[in-house]
Protein backbone atom coordinates (compact mmCIF):
# COMPACT_ATOMS: atom_id res chain seq x y z
CA UNK A 1 0.00 0.00 0.00
CA UNK A 2 1.39 3.18 -1.37
CA UNK A 3 -0.90 4.82 2.35
CA UNK A 4 -1.60 8.37 1.93
CA UNK A 5 -0.49 10.40 -1.32
CA UNK A 6 -0.11 13.52 -2.07
CA UNK A 7 0.63 15.76 -5.31
CA UNK A 8 2.61 17.79 -6.06
CA UNK A 9 5.12 18.03 -3.70
CA UNK A 10 6.01 21.58 -4.18
CA UNK A 11 4.64 24.85 -5.40
CA UNK A 12 4.95 28.34 -6.31
CA UNK A 13 1.70 30.56 -6.83
CA UNK A 14 1.53 34.35 -8.07
CA UNK A 15 -1.06 36.18 -5.79
CA UNK A 16 -4.30 35.31 -7.44
CA UNK A 17 -3.62 32.11 -9.05
CA UNK A 18 -5.28 29.42 -8.88
CA UNK A 19 -4.68 25.93 -8.17
CA UNK A 20 -5.77 22.30 -6.76
CA UNK A 21 -3.76 19.70 -4.03
CA UNK A 22 -4.83 16.07 -4.46
CA UNK A 23 -4.69 13.73 -2.18
CA UNK A 24 -4.98 10.00 -2.19
CA UNK A 25 -5.16 7.20 0.06
CA UNK A 26 -5.40 3.12 -0.57
CA UNK A 27 -6.32 2.44 2.67
CA UNK A 28 -10.54 2.47 2.16
CA UNK A 29 -10.79 4.86 4.93
CA UNK A 30 -13.66 6.81 5.20
CA UNK A 31 -12.56 10.31 6.55
CA UNK A 32 -10.17 12.87 5.37
CA UNK A 33 -8.30 15.99 6.33
CA UNK A 34 -6.74 18.50 4.95
CA UNK A 35 -4.44 20.99 7.45
CA UNK A 36 -2.13 23.80 6.85
CA UNK A 37 1.69 23.61 8.86
CA UNK A 38 2.77 26.88 9.94
CA UNK A 39 5.98 27.80 12.09
CA UNK A 40 4.70 28.43 15.60
CA UNK A 41 0.83 26.99 15.25
CA UNK A 42 1.14 23.30 14.86
CA UNK A 43 -1.45 21.70 12.81
CA UNK A 44 -4.74 23.95 12.01
CA UNK A 45 -7.99 21.78 10.11
CA UNK A 46 -9.06 23.50 7.36
CA UNK A 47 -11.70 21.21 6.10
CA UNK A 48 -12.41 17.74 6.01
CA UNK A 49 -14.59 14.87 4.69
CA UNK A 50 -16.65 11.81 6.39
CA UNK A 51 -17.40 10.03 3.53
CA UNK A 52 -17.72 10.65 -0.50
CA UNK A 53 -19.33 13.53 -1.46
CA UNK A 54 -19.47 15.26 1.70
CA UNK A 55 -17.14 18.14 3.14
CA UNK A 56 -17.48 20.10 6.19
CA UNK A 57 -15.53 23.02 7.58
CA UNK A 58 -12.63 23.03 10.06
CA UNK A 59 -10.51 25.77 12.09
CA UNK A 60 -9.09 28.10 9.16
CA UNK A 61 -11.28 27.00 6.08
CA UNK A 62 -11.45 30.71 4.68
CA UNK A 63 -9.83 30.89 0.82
CA UNK A 64 -10.00 26.93 0.31
CA UNK A 65 -12.82 25.21 -1.30
CA UNK A 66 -12.33 21.18 -1.00
CA UNK A 67 -14.46 18.37 -2.67
CA UNK A 68 -14.48 14.44 -2.24
CA UNK A 69 -16.18 13.25 -5.24
CA UNK A 70 -14.45 9.52 -5.10
CA UNK A 71 -13.97 7.99 -1.48
CA UNK A 72 -10.10 7.71 -1.94
CA UNK A 73 -9.74 11.09 -3.21
CA UNK A 74 -9.78 14.63 -1.39
CA UNK A 75 -9.08 17.33 -3.52
CA UNK A 76 -8.22 20.85 -1.97
CA UNK A 77 -8.79 24.28 -4.15
CA UNK A 78 -7.07 27.48 -3.89
CA UNK A 79 -9.39 29.99 -6.53
CA UNK A 80 -7.06 32.93 -5.75
CA UNK A 81 -4.11 32.67 -3.90
CA UNK A 82 -2.87 34.96 -1.43
CA UNK A 83 0.72 35.26 0.41
CA UNK A 84 -1.10 34.25 3.78
CA UNK A 85 -1.68 31.03 2.28
CA UNK A 86 2.16 30.23 2.21
CA UNK A 87 2.49 27.07 4.30
CA UNK A 88 2.63 23.64 3.63
CA UNK A 89 0.01 21.41 3.65
CA UNK A 90 -0.50 18.27 4.81
CA UNK A 91 -3.75 15.56 3.93
CA UNK A 92 -4.48 12.74 6.16
CA UNK A 93 -6.86 10.32 6.78
CA UNK A 94 -8.78 7.52 9.43
CA UNK A 95 -11.06 5.02 9.60
CA UNK A 96 -12.72 5.47 13.36
CA UNK A 97 -15.14 2.44 12.84
CA UNK A 98 -12.50 0.52 13.02
CA UNK A 99 -11.96 1.87 16.84
CA UNK A 100 -8.73 3.02 15.56
CA UNK A 101 -8.55 7.25 15.71
CA UNK A 102 -4.93 7.68 14.86
CA UNK A 103 -4.99 9.59 11.26
CA UNK A 104 -2.17 8.73 8.66
CA UNK A 105 -0.46 11.45 7.15
CA UNK A 106 0.72 12.49 3.67
CA UNK A 107 4.36 14.02 2.82
CA UNK A 108 3.29 17.08 2.24
CA UNK A 109 3.13 19.89 -0.23
CA UNK A 110 5.21 22.94 0.44
CA UNK A 111 3.32 25.73 -1.36
CA UNK A 112 4.69 29.59 -1.97
CA UNK A 113 2.73 32.05 -2.76
CA UNK A 114 4.30 35.41 -4.05
CA UNK B 1 -13.30 23.25 23.75
CA UNK B 2 -10.28 21.05 23.71
CA UNK B 3 -6.49 22.24 23.50
CA UNK B 4 -2.99 21.12 23.88
CA UNK B 5 0.02 22.67 25.62
CA UNK B 6 3.48 21.79 24.59
CA UNK B 7 6.72 22.81 26.08
CA UNK B 8 8.78 25.02 23.39
CA UNK B 9 11.82 24.09 21.60
CA UNK B 10 13.92 23.15 20.16
CA UNK B 11 15.46 21.35 22.68
CA UNK B 12 18.67 20.07 22.77
CA UNK B 13 20.83 17.15 24.19
CA UNK B 14 23.80 14.90 23.80
CA UNK B 15 23.17 11.66 22.64
CA UNK B 16 22.07 8.99 25.19
CA UNK B 17 20.92 11.82 27.16
CA UNK B 18 17.62 11.21 28.68
CA UNK B 19 14.82 12.94 26.96
CA UNK B 20 11.30 14.54 28.64
CA UNK B 21 9.00 16.65 26.33
CA UNK B 22 5.97 17.93 28.31
CA UNK B 23 2.72 17.68 27.35
CA UNK B 24 -0.67 18.77 28.98
CA UNK B 25 -3.97 19.12 28.10
CA UNK B 26 -7.52 20.26 28.48
CA UNK B 27 -10.85 18.42 27.45
CA UNK B 28 -14.05 17.33 28.50
CA UNK B 29 -14.85 13.86 29.04
CA UNK B 30 -12.10 10.93 28.20
CA UNK B 31 -10.18 11.83 25.42
CA UNK B 32 -7.45 9.56 23.73
CA UNK B 33 -3.89 11.03 23.41
CA UNK B 34 -0.91 10.50 20.92
CA UNK B 35 2.60 11.64 20.05
CA UNK B 36 3.02 11.99 16.16
CA UNK B 37 6.95 12.33 15.11
CA UNK B 38 7.45 14.41 12.39
CA UNK B 39 11.12 13.46 10.70
CA UNK B 40 12.81 16.65 8.35
CA UNK B 41 10.97 16.89 5.14
CA UNK B 42 8.17 14.14 5.87
CA UNK B 43 4.69 14.06 7.21
CA UNK B 44 3.73 13.31 10.16
CA UNK B 45 4.22 9.58 11.89
CA UNK B 46 2.04 8.60 14.67
CA UNK B 47 4.92 7.60 17.61
CA UNK B 48 2.64 6.01 20.37
CA UNK B 49 -0.91 6.51 21.72
CA UNK B 50 -3.15 5.87 25.05
CA UNK B 51 -6.96 5.60 25.14
CA UNK B 52 -7.77 5.58 28.51
CA UNK B 53 -6.12 6.97 31.87
CA UNK B 54 -3.07 5.60 33.54
CA UNK B 55 -2.37 3.55 29.81
CA UNK B 56 1.29 3.84 29.01
CA UNK B 57 2.09 4.19 24.89
CA UNK B 58 5.62 3.09 23.99
CA UNK B 59 6.90 2.20 20.54
CA UNK B 60 10.72 2.47 19.66
CA UNK B 61 12.09 3.11 23.18
CA UNK B 62 9.97 6.02 23.48
CA UNK B 63 7.04 5.93 26.28
CA UNK B 64 4.18 8.15 27.25
CA UNK B 65 1.43 7.65 30.28
CA UNK B 66 -1.93 9.05 30.33
CA UNK B 67 -2.11 11.16 33.57
CA UNK B 68 -6.01 11.82 34.44
CA UNK B 69 -4.90 13.58 37.20
CA UNK B 70 -2.76 15.79 35.94
CA UNK B 71 -4.12 15.85 32.49
CA UNK B 72 -0.85 15.43 30.83
CA UNK B 73 0.77 12.79 28.56
CA UNK B 74 4.93 13.42 28.69
CA UNK B 75 7.19 11.99 26.31
CA UNK B 76 10.21 10.27 27.73
CA UNK B 77 13.16 8.60 26.32
CA UNK B 78 16.10 7.11 28.61
CA UNK B 79 18.77 7.56 25.46
CA UNK B 80 18.24 9.54 22.64
CA UNK B 81 20.00 9.05 19.36
CA UNK B 82 20.87 11.50 16.54
CA UNK B 83 18.21 9.66 14.28
CA UNK B 84 15.48 10.90 17.03
CA UNK B 85 15.76 14.51 15.96
CA UNK B 86 12.59 15.66 14.26
CA UNK B 87 9.81 17.28 15.27
CA UNK B 88 7.78 16.25 18.31
CA UNK B 89 3.89 16.54 18.31
CA UNK B 90 1.08 16.15 21.22
CA UNK B 91 -2.22 15.48 19.96
CA UNK B 92 -5.56 15.00 21.44
CA UNK B 93 -9.04 12.99 20.06
CA UNK B 94 -11.89 14.40 21.74
CA UNK B 95 -14.73 12.23 20.54
CA UNK B 96 -17.13 11.98 17.71
CA UNK B 97 -18.95 15.34 19.00
CA UNK B 98 -20.56 16.39 15.66
CA UNK B 99 -18.69 14.08 13.51
CA UNK B 100 -15.03 14.61 12.09
CA UNK B 101 -13.33 12.84 14.05
CA UNK B 102 -11.02 15.81 14.75
CA UNK B 103 -7.36 15.93 16.30
CA UNK B 104 -6.28 18.77 18.19
CA UNK B 105 -2.41 18.94 18.07
CA UNK B 106 0.30 20.75 20.16
CA UNK B 107 2.44 23.42 18.33
CA UNK B 108 5.13 20.77 18.33
CA UNK B 109 8.64 20.49 19.92
CA UNK B 110 11.91 20.59 18.06
CA UNK B 111 14.01 18.15 19.28
CA UNK B 112 18.07 17.90 18.31
CA UNK B 113 20.36 15.54 19.14
CA UNK B 114 24.41 15.82 18.97
CA UNK B 115 27.29 13.57 19.05
Known amino acids: NAGVTQTPKFRVLKTGQSMTLLCAQD?????MYWYRQDPGMGLRLIHYSVGEGTTAKGEVPDGYNVSRLKKQNFLLGLESAAPSQTSVYFC?????????????FGPGTRLTVT | GNSVTQMEGPVTLSEEAFLTINCTYTATGYPSLFWYVQYPGEGLQLLLK?????DKGSNKGFEATYRKETTSFHLEKGSVQVSDSAVYFC??????????????FGTGTQLKVEL
Open chain 1, 27 to 31: MNHEY
Open chain 2, 50 to 54: ATKAD
Open chain 1, 92 to 104: ASSYPEAGSYEQY
Open chain 2, 91 to 104: ALWGGLTGGGNKLT
